[in-house]
């Protein structure tokens, strides 16, 4: 006799995700800020901790945080993953991370309200520190879990407010003790908001994601010399601002001549000192993020960029230091896998089309160790890293039913 179909608690994934979001709420119309190993994230685990337990979930936390909860399966061997993140940058919407994670419980729920063991066990992680804001690299749970970055080495990690993370995370309470990476799973798959305006644009449902494009972070320091903003003539100047400027007018230009869907790039923080009106800047410190889905392309970014630094150093008497923070390649997911949400979404009707993801995410870094995936929803006006973020109601749970038909199709095949 055939299992009962299995369907989805939708209103209490609706209700769990604006309960999350409520959790580290700035103020009102300001959006939400729970940023690794701070005590609104601590807040935020808390709460997923005791709806895993509420599902008499298998609940465990790692040397690095991440947090997993699994759903045993009537065989042994490696389960399905599902994951992501519910960390947030400042000022953050509310589906970013957290609707794959509550999407993943939401599968959970599925089989135990239908009184089911699902064929292998079914865990759902929340990965340590996926933005990178405070601490970089972004995707570091996920990262140190597939082996791409010493444990101790992440641990001891500086973040922008000079808090080493080992001391933060045991501050909230979350250095576990399970080894990271000791749970490999047979499958990975990440449900997650777009992010971008190209399913909306379309007017397309569900995003098939094949390819995650690479990501370079720098951290660039100019020295210049402070002098008086009235006396000191423009050819006697080393201007540290103006040397911030051009940089990142050199890389807006550079880009603005590439075809749409290359290179992007990014100057998202700048800060100056003395950081006074009438004092020319001695000092300017500000980030580069360049994207690309072509590894070729976006080295070659990167030295175009290196060049122009050099010159610029020259031409005004600056000194230029770069610090590389976070260097990916472009990742490629699981082609079976991709098929099967394709299928999954033809088979309910909804709209869909294959699409690389802009963002980083956990699943670029499972990828390095399992079949991985991930499915996006629209996102209106393309919007995210914002208060603003949204995606209609039924988006969201047409988007987790699809997650729900992959799993039970990963789970059917040996
Ligand atoms: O930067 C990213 O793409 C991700 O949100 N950490
Ligand atoms: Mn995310
Ligand atoms: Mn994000």
């Known amino acids: 006799m055939p299992a009962p179909l299995l369907s989805l608690d939708a209103p209490l994934l609706l209700q769990q995700i604006d309960a999350l979001g409520r959790i580290g709420q700035d103020a009102p119309e300001s959006g939400r800020t729970r940023i690794a190993l701070t005590d609104a994230d601590r807040a935020g685990r808390d709460q997923l901790v005791k709806w895993m337990r509420a599902l ?9 945080g991440n947090l997993f909860g699994t759903l045993p399966g009537r065989a042994d061997g490696p389960p399905l993953m599902i994951g992501s993140h519910i960390d947030t940058v400042r000022h953050a919407g509310a589906l970013d991370g957290c609707y794959g994670v509550l999407a993943g419980l939401a599968v959970q729920r599925a089989y135990r309200q239908a009184g089911q ?16 804001v405070r601490f970089q690299p972004d995707m570091m749970g996920s990262l140190v879990h597939a082996g791409g970055l010493a444990l101790q080495q992440a641990l001891d990690t500086v973040g922008t407010d000079g808090v080493r993370l080992g001391d933060a995370l045991a501050q909230i309470g979350y250095a576990g003790t399970l080894e990271p990476g000791t749970i490999r799973p047979q ?3 990440e449900l997650h908001i777009e992010q971008g305006p190209v399913l909306e644009a379309e007017g397309t449902l569900i995003g098939v994601v094949e390819d995650l494009q690479g990501i370079s972070w720098q951290k660039v320091s100019v020295q ?34 590439a075809p749409p869907g290359t ?30 889905p072509d590894a070729q392309r976006l080295q070659a970014a990167e030295q175009r960029f290196a060049g122009f630094l050099e010159a610029l ?14 260097r990916f390649d472009p990742v490629v997911f699981d082609a079976t896998l991709a098929s099967r949400i394709e299928a999954a979404a033809a088979r309910r009707g909804l ?10 995410h956990d699943a670029q870094m499972i990828a390095r160790i399992a079949p991985a995936a991930m ?32 799993v039970q199709a990963c789970l059917a095949t040996p």
Do not use: W
Request: with cysteine; proline share 3%; charged share 20%.
């Open 263 to 292: 290179t992007l790039a990014t100057t998202g923080s700048l800060r100056l000192e003395p950081d006074l009106v009438n004092v020319i800047a001695r000092q300017a410190t500000f980030t580069v993020d360049l994207r690309d």
């Open 187 to 189: 499958a990975y798959l």
């Open 56 to 64: 008499d979930l298998d609940v465990q936390v790692d040397r690095i």
């Open 351 to 360: 709209s869909h089309r294959r699409m690389t993801s802009g963002a980083g």
């Open 224 to 257: 210049g010399v402070a002098n008086h903003a009235g006396t000191t003539p423009t050819r006697l100047r080393h201007d540290a601002a103006y040397a911030a400027a051009a940089c990142i007018c050199f890389l807006r230009e550079q880009v603005a001549a």
């Open 313 to 326: 150093a020259l031409r005004e008497g600056v000194q230029i230091r770069t610090e590389q923070l976070v």
């Open 375 to 406: 499915i996006f929803v629209p996102s209106r006006g393309g919007i995210s890293h914002n208060p603003r973020e949204h995606t209609d109601e039924t988006q969201l749970i047409q988007g987790a039913e699809v997650l729900l038909d992959v």
């Open 117 to 132: 063991m699902p064929q292998r066990g079914i865990v759902v992680a929340a990965f340590t520190n996926e933005e990178g």
